[in-house]
Each structure stands twice: as C-alpha cells, then as structure tokens.
C-alpha cells in the first residue's frame, strides 16, 4: 500500500505527496478520492493552524501544494463528478483597499473546508457584494480590510445589504490589520474573526457542516 | 581633548547626539533662530524630555507625547491624498498647521504622502497611489509581487548593487528598463577594455532612463527642500524632528518587496539555506543605510517598521531561526554606530516579546501597534523606551473620554517610572481630530511625573 496522502500532506512534506498522487493517478485510483485525501489533510492543516501547532507560512505552504496536486488531478476529473459543498461564502477586500494576502487565506480555509468561496477580489465596491449575495444566495459574506478606509467601505457594504432587503437573510464577519470589535460595532457586521480559522468557525456556526 | 566619534563607546556617541539635538542648527550651519524664547524651551525641554525616556537612566518631568500620522493631517485639512503627493507646499502647509495645532513633543516629517509627480516620472509600479490604481482620496497600497525570483538567490548574493540595479529596479520602475542592459561597474580595470563597459551609455533606452533619472532627481529634490523646509520652520516652532530615516529588518527587505509574502514562505520550505544566507548579506548593508541617512539628516532615530514578525505570521522556532537573528544584528550595529533604533511592532507582538527584550538598555525606541501595552512594559520595557499603543480604531471611532481613559492606564502602566512616550500605534490615516487632541493634551496634563 502507497503511503498515505492524508498524513504526508498534513506534515507538509511537498515531494513525497506529489509523487503518491503521481503513483495513484497511474494506478488508476479515483481522482475524487484523492483530492478527499487532499482536503481530509487540509482539514488537519487548519486543525493545527487553530491550535497554534501550525501558522501562516504552514497554511500558504500547504495551499500551494495542494494546487500543484490539483492541477495533477483535475484533467482526469470526468464531466458531472463534483465536490460536495457545505454553504455559500461570498469574500472580498471592500472598496479603496487593495490588500489580498489575508482575504486570500481566508477564502483558501474556507475553500479546504467545504465552502463554495465567491471570491469578488480587491477594491470591491458594495454594490458588486450585494448583486453576487442576491446571484448566489449566499448566506454569508466576509468583508476584508487593512487600511483605516476599510471602516467606513465596510459599514457602506453592510448598509447596502440592508437597503436591498437583503440584511436578515445573510451574516457579515469582517477581518483584517486594523479591525477588531470596535470595528464590528460601527460598520454593523455580525462578527470579527481575527484569522483564517476564526472566519472557518463562524461560517460553519452559522451554515452548519 | 575632545574624543573623536570612532573612538567613543555606543553610549558616548548616543549622549553626543542628544546633546547635538539640543543645540540645533539652521542649513546655513548657525544656532537656529527659534521664533520666540517660549519655542526654545518647548524644544529642549521635549528634546530632554525624549532623551529621558530612551536612556532609562532618568525619569522625564513629564510622559513625552508624540504623532506618528500617516494621512491623517493632510486629510484633516480636507485634502485628498492626490492633493497631498502632488501639491508640496500645500502638504507642507497642512503638515505645519497640524503639529502647530496638536502641539506633540515630537514628529516624523511630512514625508509620508511622498512626491507623487517623483513616482510618475519613474513608472513606480511597485505601488498604486492616487490616480495610478487607487482613487484621489485614498492613500497608496503597495502591489505585492514576485519582483525577485526563486532562482535569483545567487545573483543578489553575488552582487546586491549589481542585482538591484539589474534586474529589481527595472521591473519596479518602468523608467529603469534601460538599466538592464548595464555592465557591472568592476569589469573596469584597466586601459586595456576600460572602453567597452562605456558602450551601452551609447543606447537609446539607456539614455533614456538616464534622462528619466535626472527629472527625477530633480523633482526628488524639489519634494525634499519642501519637507527641510518644513522641518525646519517647525523647530523654530518649538517642534523637533529627530527622525533620521530607515531601514528595515532583513526578512521583511526579501518578504516585503523582493520575494513578497508568498515567496518567502516558499524559501522557507524550499530553499531556507539560499535565503539564510542572503539574509546575513543584507545585515551590513541594512545597517550601513540606517547609519548613512543618520549622518545625512544629523539625525539619529532610524526607523524600522516591522511586518513579518507580528504573531501568527511565523511559529516562536521559525520566527527564532528566520527573523530576530539579522534584525537583531541590524539594530545593534545602528546602536554602535550612534543611531537610536526605532523599531515598529506593527500589529501583535505578545508572542516575540521574551525573545526581542534582548538588546542593549537604554539604546531604541519601540513603536507598539496592539500589542498588550503592560506585558510588553514587563519584557522589553526593561532595557527599551516604548512608544504608543493607542490603536486605530480607537482614534477613528471612540469618544475623547475612552480616548483619555486609555491613555491613563497606559500611562499608569507602560509610563511608570519613565521610559514611555505616548503615541498612536500604527500610522494613523482616518481619526477624530478630538480624540487626537485628547490623547496630547491629557497626557501633558495626566503624564506628569510627581
């Protein structure tokens, strides 16, 4: 039996995943079934992640190997195989910001642990967030920021949700630099995650699963 | 006979310049003419004051207040960010009123807007400022990137000056393609060849990054004379600048703008000797541009914003083996070569604190974001004057009184028995001017030591 992929790609040992992936692909194993290793391993990075065991440099590692063992396995997916999804997570860095990198992780933590992520990018403005909530029916929304600005842009954002009617069908949880509860408080957000598995918790306490 | 600076200790030199503050020149090189007997003393009893609180050798006669704005006095003044990068004498004017107004015992400059017309002429992409990427009102955000590349370890190593001018600085700044098609400055030798290396002067690109670096040079200076003269305006006001300049940590020059966040951590894993090394690389030059800005300016506190050490972003052992051993190094050697470090703890720090508190005593200056103000007083409070941690948000969205009931326990704690300067804690841009206001003016009254 080939090594295990779960464990070998929770301790981060890039080679040695790869090349298990590589060797089941040309056994003829089920791509499915390897990427539910792949995220049953990722669940244990964020596992660790949350119990100070691992940190940021571990989870970006990981998210970089899993896409090499993606990108591997993807082609081999036939058409109508598809993952099973918890929820709907709409995500995005809110208006006048360009900062990615802690969004980018957030939506990764979300993405390995079963949320379908629509993911707006950078600079987003409020109305961009409410027509993808409304295309989506997602139930929650991550507002991302680092500067002071991102006060103000996120209270706007959570305003428009209200005024489309939109504010009782879905949770907003912010995050970033300068943000904590203070922030939450004035822009009316639900709740503030102050990292990747924080933003994890609180989707999956309000979606369930 | 006076001792001269190669031969004085690290302390000697620090009390030299400190007494050098106290006796400030104009550019012409005579004793500034303060504007009023009452702005002379303001400005050596806040120069004393500092001096004070970063020897930890004296209780200061009152807690020493200071603002470290990024935006916030330009935007105050009900300028966008455009404005404030593009118009010189109306960011200087706006910079001036505000130190006028809000009266700290010390400031940074005016320099945080930067010369917007400086960055154009250059195509600076590592950045989107107003009107190139952001909206007028808003300030610039750096655009992270892969600007130096996995496999590019052994150019920077090899040649750091050769490898920035090469192959960095071209792709951060569309103006420098022309650099790329340079030879290194020690292939000339000798008659023999000498006129070979002298060739590509020739090129059409080349000259014309030449040309772009004369306009830019000019405008450099037209920014600068405005901030000099700014400075110098305000400490005739009674209001001192002492910063010198900066530098930063060596794992942050890779992580920040070389490898960027994604690359580094790549490097880690990958690749952590090759980065190891290039760290140690950066050690003297790190140092050398710290000490080379102090002796510019005159000034002695060197800036060093801290990014990639906060919590979370590294584990203790790979914060230990990675971060602190060159940042270590960095400030010491400013420390010996007569500087004040004045690091950054930009975010949280509560984890670092038993590992960093290791420097020598009464040397630096310790910027705190939001890092627990009394644990921090507890470790590296010991041997470092602490700056701060009035937060963000608190600026931005709480009332003068939560502003003022802050700033006493901070004064209660992180104040006791000196060696603390109240501060915001990260560069502040949105705020409340009255919570700004309450934070000098209570601690001026609530600050003084009995």
Redesign the interface.
């Known amino acids: 039996m080939a090594k295990d992929l779960v464990k070998t790609l929770a301790d981060?040992k890039?080679k040695e995943a790869l090349e298990i992936v590589q060797n089941r692909l040309k056994a003829g194993d089920a791509p499915l079934r390897i990427l539910d290793d792949a995220r049953r391993a990722l669940e244990i990075v964020g596992k660790r992640f949350s119990e100070s065991e691992?940190?940021?440099?571990?989870l970006?590692?990981s998210g970089?190997i899993l896409k090499q063992i993606t990108d591997m396995v993807k082609p081999k997916i036939t058409k109508g195989q598809e993952v099973k999804r918890v929820g709907k997570v709409v995500m995005g860095t809110v208006a006048?910001?360009?900062?990615?990198?802690g969004k980018d992780i957030v939506v990764f933590m979300l993405d390995v642990n079963g949320f379908e992520v629509f993911d707006l990018g950078i600079?987003v403005p409020a109305q961009k967030f409410v027509d993808k909530i409304k295309e989506t029916n997602s139930k929650v929304v991550g507002l991302s920021g680092f500067?002071?600005?991102a006060?103000?842009s996120m209270k706007e954002t959570v305003e428009a949700v209200k005024k489309a009617g939109l504010r009782d069908k879905v949770k907003i949880m912010i995050g970033g630099?300068?943000?904590?509860d203070?922030?939450k408080?004035?822009a009316g957000a639900d709740a503030y995650g102050k990292?990747a598995m924080e933003a994890v918790k609180l989707a999956k306490g309000w979606i369930g699963g | 006979m006076e001792k001269q600076w190669q031969e004085m200790t690290a302390d000697e030199k620090q009390e030299a310049q400190f007494q050098k503050l106290l006796k400030p020149k104009d550019p012409g090189g005579n004793d500034l003419k303060f504007q009023s007997p009452e702005a002379e003393a303001t400005y050596k009893a806040s120069i004393t004051r500092i001096k004070d609180a970063v020897q930890l050798k004296k209780t200061p006669d009152r807690v020493p207040v200071t603002l470290l704005p990024s935006m916030f006095p330009f935007i105050n003044a009900g300028m966008t960010i455009q404005e404030a990068m593009y118009d010189y004498d109306k960011c200087v004017a706006a910079f001036n009123k505000f130190i006028s107004e809000f009266k700290p015992d010390m400031h940074i400059g005016a320099a945080a807007p930067g010369p917007g017309k400086f960055f154009e002429i250059l195509d600076y992409k590592l950045y989107a400022w107003p009107g190139h990427g952001v909206a007028p009102e808003h300030s610039y955000q750096c655009n992270e990137g892969e600007y130096m590349k996995a496999e590019e370890y052994d150019l920077l190593l090899t040649d750091p000056s050769f490898y920035f001018r090469n192959f960095y600085l071209p792709r951060v700044f569309g103006a420098l393609e022309g650099f790329t098609m340079l030879p290194p400055l020690t292939g000339i030798l000798e008659m023999y060849g000498v006129a070979f290396n002298f060739i590509p002067y020739a090129l059409p690109p080349v000259q014309g990054t030449f040309k772009a670096l004369f306009e830019a040079g000019a405008e450099a200076l037209k920014w600068a004379m405005a901030m000099g003269g700014s400075n110098g305006l305000l400490a005739t006001l009674g209001f001192p600048n002492i910063l010198g300049g900066f530098t930063k940590a060596p794992f942050d020059v890779l992580g920040d703008t070389l490898r960027g966040t994604k690359g580094i951590i790549m490097d880690m894993y990958r690749q952590p000797d090759k980065l190891l090394k290039a760290m140690e690389a950066l050690v003297p030059i790190m140092i050398g541009m710290g000490i080379g800005a102090a002796q510019q300016t005159g000034n002695p506190q060197i800036f060093i914003p801290l990014h990639k050490g906060a919590d979370g972003f590294l584990s203790d052992e790979q914060f230990k083996k990675f971060y602190w051993p060159t940042l270590k190094q960095v400030i010491v050697g400013l420390i010996e070569g007569g500087c004040i470090p004045f690091p950054a703890l930009e975010g949280h720090w509560g984890s670092r604190l038993k590992i960093i508190q290791d420097i020598p005593k009464g040397k630096s200056m310790w910027m705190v974001d939001q890092t627990d103000m009394a644990k921090v007083k507890e470790t590296l409070g010991k041997n470092a004057c602490l700056i701060g941690n009035v937060s963000s948000s608190m600026l931005r969205l709480a009332t003068p009184d939560e502003v003022k009931a802050y700033c006493k326990k901070l004064i209660d704690t992180a104040g006791k028995g000196g060696g603390f300067i109240m501060g915001n804690g990260a560069f502040f841009d949105e705020a409340k001017p009255e919570n700004v206001k309450a934070m000098v003016d209570f601690t001026k009254e609530y600050g003084v030591y009995k």
Do not use: K, W
């Open positions: 981060l890039e691992y940190f940021i440099p571990d970006v590692y970089e006048g910001d360009i900062h990615d990198i600079d500067l002071t600005l006060f103000d630099g300068q943000i904590d203070q922030v408080g004035f990292d």
